[in-house]
């Protein structure tokens, strides 16, 4: 495979999201979410990656990550999507491909843009009609950005530095869903088993 054009550099933020193979679901039960999610974690703290947002939806991710060092977020994907893959493809006792290439990221740049994408990447499953909801998503960290009083340091001062305050956030997610996704309570359509 070639090389990655965008370099993964310390202190830069990056936004990571693939979908599965032909867009077939990647998450088939909350086992596979909170799997993907314990990768996820495990492997951030190994390898010293931010996670500031996430959203895992049943056919493809939304991530938000820093690196904090020379360890690569390409090879933290690399580790957590191999892991899951042969995890899920045991699980479902299939074989092949489960992701649709290699993950794509881009860096963000500009402080108007990663405002957006907080947004943008917690209000994935109201756009779905998954969640009525941002916070009412279970397979992301919108509640903790919106709700928690157990909001680890490092993600409350990131919070607290681009939007002012998690209220202010909260507007900014209220403003967003409105305006783009509006959609009344009862239309949540999306169960687990």
């Not at 006792?93 to 405002?115: N, Q």
Request: a positive charge.
């Amino acid at each position: 495979m070639p090389y990655r054009r965008i370099p993964f550099l310390a202190g830069y933020i990056y936004h990571v999201y693939n979908r599965g193979a032909g867009q077939n679901v990647i998450f088939r039960s909350r086992d596979d979410y909170i799997y993907f999610t314990e990768l996820l974690i495990k492997y951030s703290r190994i390898l010293q990656i931010t996670i500031l947002a996430y959203c895992l939806m049943p056919n493809h991710f939304h991530l938000l990550l820093r690196q904090e060092n020379n360890q690569t977020i390409s090879r933290y994907m690399r580790i957590v999507t191999a892991r899951y893959a042969v995890w899920f493809n045991s699980r479902y006792e299939r074989s092949g491909t489960l992701f649709e290439g290699r993950f794509k990221a881009i860096h963000v740049d500009t402080e108007s843009y990663l405002r957006t994408l907080c947004a943008y990447i917690h209000l994935n499953p109201v756009k779905a009609r998954l969640s009525a909801h941002a916070a009412g998503w279970p397979y992301s960290n919108a509640a903790e950005w919106l709700n928690s009083d157990t909001i680890q340091e490092p993600l409350d001062n990131f919070i607290r530095d681009l939007f002012g305050s998690r209220s202010a956030y909260a507007e900014t997610i209220e403003a967003m869903s409105t305006e783009v996704y509006q959609m009344p309570d009862d239309a949540v359509r999306y169960t687990l088993e």
